[in-house]
């Protein structure tokens, strides 16, 4: 199983030359909020009909942002 969003982020950062702590933090940050938008969307996807899209989106969801 590939690493987590979240913990690819936090390589990136680290790579660009920011410590580990302080890129912990962005990553987490950053994943969170891309995890609300994903689940906005897929809230506007279940409100206008299109509830597999909905449900498909959320799945994605828990897979790219799985601790």
Do not use: W
């Not at 920011?18 to 909020?33: C, D, F, G, W, Y």
């Amino acid at each position: 199983m590939s690493a987590s969003l979240g913990h690819q982020y936090e390589d990136v950062l680290e790579n660009a030359g920011i410590p580990s702590e302080k890129a912990r933090q962005l990553a987490h940050t950053v994943a969170e909020l891309t995890q609300k938008h994903f689940l906005a969307i897929a809230a506007d996807f279940e409100a206008n009909g299109f509830s597999r899209c909905a449900l498909a989106l959320r799945l994605e969801c828990n897979t790219f942002f799985a601790s």
